[in-house]
């Protein structure tokens, strides 16, 4: 189930909130919320709810044993169950992806399974995974006693706002939320205004980016002219963001409606005058959980390396950052790309960015970020070559055109897209922000957005009847 | 604070009322679902009746004991995603002002389209993000844009030219005639067509006539300028109208006399009148739901020699010519009445004419046809019209048709793709 389909929005949301907000008391809420979280993944995923359900008792167990040895001062127990945890956690996610990367492997050939042509990625399985090795490790360093309640747990790993694509969340964040859920007018207020504006920034700006960029690299790279070319590159740059960031409001605006504050996962990345900027204002859960639970364990254990501890580490980090998006060759050396960019910026690069006049600092950036998402989009490695060389106007074979593509209508997305990505909102002066008609004018112009977007939703099942020439 | 407060109550019961109405009017229909789109030609998807119905009984069944059994209903119909599918499917299709909203999106779409192409001096706009249709700049015409000419499309011409000189050599005694209505896609007088690289402009024709075999006999509708599209087909519609379909018999009628020495006299076609109370909106302004004006629906008032028609074996009337001038049709807007005047497809239509012809015609057409095909007909005594865009042609045989149908003439009639693009229509010799 999508937040932008229309059993999300006008069967499962109203029914939830409505519910949600009627029980009495905090462990029916807790209850519901499960109940409703598993009926979420199971619609999209019926076979793989019971993995994760699995997943999910497990985790309760292995976090209240892995307790009870640090409290016993049994750290050795503690460590070697972290250390299966984290295997258990991960085996199921390298599996399935193995299972369903056919680019790398066609695995059916080696196993009698029968036909996987069919088998897709469960959805969310990485973010949970995450999630769960989260809560694990932090009840191992101690900065969080292991949850008892498994309902209370449950609620935490299975929530639907972020089961699907996070943000990645510490218990020790939401614990408070989980226990005392605070719902008032105000909090479903809030959440229903941020839940609104992720919907209109999906469905009105990213969907129809979507449309440029999925008909831009769905051509054979050798026959795109350079204009074509980057309107998809920075389509899609913007796209990715817009789209990832809108599912990231909607769910902040759903934890919101049910009491609990779920993190920020984007800062305005492509303002960034690095990219190392750049990775701590994108996705940002998922860097900081690698920083925590990757980066900083390794410059620990690796102190005593003296050369290049740090720039191997970072190169690590990023592999397994470029894993974590898929286990295709492109996403490991689009990892290794940003792993090699940070590294050299820790050195050399860094220092001479820094002296450089800022806007050359947003420009190499942001250039850097945008080719970045060409090894990100474009599965086949040899097709890179050629889809630069359309970049640079080297191909000659050009017989598409931004019309005949049917794509040059979309500009003004294009600049709607470019606007949104920027941080015009800080500009406007406080006072004016919560100036009451200000805030009126807001609301009024949240519900035209809402409305339109019901309106392009339900116009995607339109099938008009047409036999081309016929 | 209380202002504030009251702000709030007001914004969170507005949009939850957004959210619940579609279960309120669902609720409101017990049960009647709607279950055709006239717009789009399909049948609708409909909430079934006890959803859960398996699951219930699966439960059951296991409580019982039979685990085989109670797991297979429980999980059957949700583990591949059929009962999720159609509740989905049911949702969208049900949904409370579906086509109004559709309408509604299209037109915010428009406005996109109309502020990014402002800056443009394009001859044409799209007429919807989602189509390939466009609209002329003053918003008169829709049209789709050129077609591409390129080795594939030379490959399936050679195909055609290939199959038509198998067709003659084969059955040396029968009379073979094309009859080829080009389309504005397949046109240079296309008005985007120089925005295109590689658009058609007349070229996939010119190649066909280049090589095809002498001996067959070939005509053309064509198109020297856009006026003679605009005159000759419909201004919503894929279809050519009244006028081409006149303009195309005559051309077809002095094509076929050239071997048919007593062909009866061509009929009068002059009186072509307007149908009172249709408001056409044709194939083009149903799929991009571009707001266009109607434009009027004409038909030739002739009274032709009696028939009987048979529709894939059976008697019948083909079309529905006699209500609709009795003023007897749906009014729904954009209601196809191309195909409710004409008649819908047919795996196989016979013309038997009382007359005192002694040949039989085989025409293989598509839709174009249906305007046009009983005037024709007229001329001979049975007239068998296949329209192959539902059937695979190599299931049918041009000999076995002449022995089974004692056929004299063979003729091809309608767009490019039946002429000579399409390999479908390339029939086994």
Redesign the interface.
Known sequence: MHFT???F???F??IT??LYCILPSKSWRSFFLLISSIIFYA??E??FVFLLCFLVILNWFLGIIIDRSIQKDNKKIAEQIKIIAVILNLLPLLILKLLTNRSLINISDYLTVGDLSSFTYPMGLSFFAFTSISYLIDVYRKEIRAENNLFDLSGFLLMFPKISQGPITKYKSVVSGIKKPVVN??T??NG??RF?AGLAKKVMVAD?LG?VSSKVFSLDPNSLNPRIAWYGLIAFTLQIFLDFSAYTDMAIGLGCILGFDLPENFNFPYISKSITEFWRRWHMTLSNWFRSYLFIPLEISRRKAKRFRLETNIIFVFLATGLWHGIGQNFILWGLYYGVIIALEANFLGMWLKKINPIFQHAITLLLITFGWVFFRIEKIRSWAPFFRSLFGLNND????L??L?I??????LIIGAILCLPIINIIPTKIQNN?WI??LT?CLL?IL???S???I????????????? | MTKSYLKNILLVSFIFLIFVLPLIYWGSLEGKWLSVSVIEGRKLVTFPKNPFQNQKTGLKRLVQGYYQEGFDLFFNNIKNGDLQNQITDAIADQFPLRIGLTEFAQNVEKGLIDSAFSIFTDNALPASLHTTILVTRDKSRLFIPPTNFNDSRKENINYRIQNYIELSKNNPDINFYVFNIETLRYSKFNPVAKLYINADNGRSLAYFLESKPDTLRFNNLDISNFQDHEVNFFKTDHHWNIHGALKAYRMVYEMLSENYEDISPMLNIDRVKTLEGVSFLGSYARESLFPISPEPFEYLDIQLPSFKTYLDGKQETYGARDQYLSGNFPKEKYYNYYEGFYGSWKKLIVYEFDNTSDRNLLLISSSHARMNQMLIASHYKKTYVIDLRKQDAKTYSIKKLVSDYQIDDVLFMGQPEVTYLSTGYAVSP
Do not use: C, K, M
Not at chain 1, 408 to 413: D, H, N, Q, S, V
């Open positions: 389909s229309q059993l929005l006008f069967i949301l109203p909130i409505f619609w999209g019926p076979l007018i105000d479903i207020a229903l205004r609104i129809y449309v050009n017989i598409h055109t019309r005949s049917r040059l209508a979309y500009w003004p997305i009451l805030r009126v609301d519900i809402l409305l339109v019901i309106a392009i339900s116009s995607g099942n339109f099938r008009a009847f047409l036999y081309a020439e016929f």
